[in-house]
Antibody, heavy 119, light 112 residues
Framework: EVQILETGGGLVKPGGSLRLSCATS????????MNWVRQAPGKGLEWVAQ??????????YYAESLEGRVTISRDDSKSSVYLQVSSLRAEDTAIYYC??????????WGPGTMVTVSS | QIMLTQQAESLWISPGERVSITCRAS???????????LSWYQQRPGQTTKALIY???VRTDGVPTRFIGSGSGTEFTLSIEHVQPEDFAIYYC?????????FGSGTKLEIK
């Protein structure tokens, strides 16, 4: 059974940084691209970042609105993906979801981790 | 970037009715392999987001046949026949043709 679980959310002051983790199990992690998607309270889904697998040289892609402040990475030995977000702003307050990427759609999603940016 | 427009923010229908949710792309989502890189997702409170349709019209495993994806080029539709109580949720389209990947703004299905 595919399992995805995000951790690392919490309350952060504006200007601070956060590292979110996504632990997975139940599938061969090495074979898949992974993504982060976020959702601000009461708003829609926003794609944040993608990291491809070793076959694609771990290429990374980012949403234009976040580029320069976020870094996605993965550790295949731990079947985990990470999202480092810096210079946090109030508008970064959201649930952050980790998703498995089947190549042309996001087939499994985690329950998300809440990030609140407030002083 | 490719923009996806879901015109209807909300749709009010009665259980048992048929409903269509549209998603319009700012450019064609057809790739050279002949497939459209457009997928649909369902969000229900307290549940993880669920993929319903990929390549515009292919149902994912276990999705009931009442969910029908259609469309081509820049115009896509998710139809639900004989809407069931559990179908009242928010639906999003997503394009994975080109980075940055983009979602539609979502359409909430509400009980009339």
């Amino acid at each position: 059974e595919v399992q995805i679980l995000e951790t690392g959310g919490g309350l952060v002051k504006p200007g601070g940084s956060l590292r979110l983790s996504c632990a997975t199990s139940g599938f061969n992690f090495n074979d898949y691209f992974m993504n982060w998607v976020r959702q601000a309270p009461g708003k829609g889904l926003e794609w944040v970042a993608q990291i491809r697998n070793k076959n694609y040289n771990y290429a990374t892609y980012y949403a234009e609105s976040l580029e320069g402040r976020v870094t996605i990475s993965r550790d295949d030995s731990k079947s985990s993906v990470y999202l480092q977000v810096s210079s946090l702003r109030a508008e970064d307050t959201a649930i952050y979801y980790c998703t498995r990427d089947y190549g042309w759609y996001f087939d499994f999603w985690g329950p998300g981790t809440m990030v609140t940016v407030s002083s | 970037q490719i923009m996806l427009t879901q015109q209807a923010e909300s749709l009010w229908i009665s259980p048992g009715e048929r409903v269509s949710i549209t998603c319009r792309a700012s450019q064609s989502l057809l790739y050279t392999d002949g497939k459209h890189y457009l997928s649909w997702y369902q969000q229900r409170p307290g549940q993880t987001t669920k993929a319903l349709i990929y390549h515009a019209s292919v149902r994912t495993d276990g999705v009931p046949t009442r969910f029908i994806g259609s469309g081509s080029g820049t115009e896509f539709t998710l139809s639900i026949e004989h809407v069931q109580p559990e179908d009242f949720a928010i639906y999003y389209c997503l394009q994975t043709l080109k980075s940055p990947l983009t979602f539609g703004s979502g359409t909430k299905l509400e009980i009339k």
